[in-house]
């Protein structure tokens, strides 16, 4: 029970505080409460954050976040490979793993912007095929995935410009 009256409380917060600037203004969107608290967290936290939003607003993509597991341990967050093609947008697909509680769960999502801010940003990148083309020759296999020097630093930028926010609301507390 508190856990039902919690999530609708947290429900109708991130509606009311987020849902227009995430969903209507932005080409950035989830239907998940809890990423709207962390898409919010970012947003309001981070100025790297702020970008990345911005960054991927000026394009042809669309990108849905949305809980759900990328298949290979210790990744909470990852970029689908797949684009979809509807009409003049490039849709993008990120997913959360929202169950396993952790404290860089913005900064992750903030890393996988990253990569779909690589994306969008070559406008000839509109199969699966060539996502994978474009990862295997830019980026770098690590631990079983490709990665880009330019997503991990975001990552980490994000999560210390979060917890130095995190930090500044406890020390007024």
């Known amino acids: 029970m508190i856990r039902f009256v919690y999530t609708a409380i947290v429900v109708l917060f991130t509606m009311a505080a987020t849902e227009a600037y995430l969903q209507a203004d932005s080409r950035v969107r989830t239907s998940s409460p809890e990423l709207v ?11 790297t954050f702020q970008r990345l939003i911005k960054s991927i607003d000026a394009t042809d993509g669309l990108v849905y976040i949305e809980p759900g597991h990328c298949g290979v341990n210790g990744i909470h967050a990852c970029l689908v490979h797949r684009v979809t093609v509807a009409g003049p947008s490039r849709i993008l697909r990120i997913l959360v793993d929202v169950r396993r509680p952790d404290s860089n769960l913005t900064g992750a999502i903030a890393h996988e912007l990253q990569h779909a801010v690589e994306v969008l940003g070559n406008p000839t990148i509109t199969t699966d095929l060539a996502i994978t083309r474009f990862y295997f020759h830019r980026g770098v296999y690590v631990n079983g995935v490709y990665e880009t020097h330019a997503a991990i630093d975001v990552g980490n930028a994000v999560q210390d410009e979060i917890v130095a926010l995190r930090a500044r609301s406890a020390a007024k507390n």
Not at 37 to 47: A, D, H, I, K, T
């Open 37 to 47: 608290v962390l898409l919010r967290e970012g947003v309001e936290g981070s100025p």
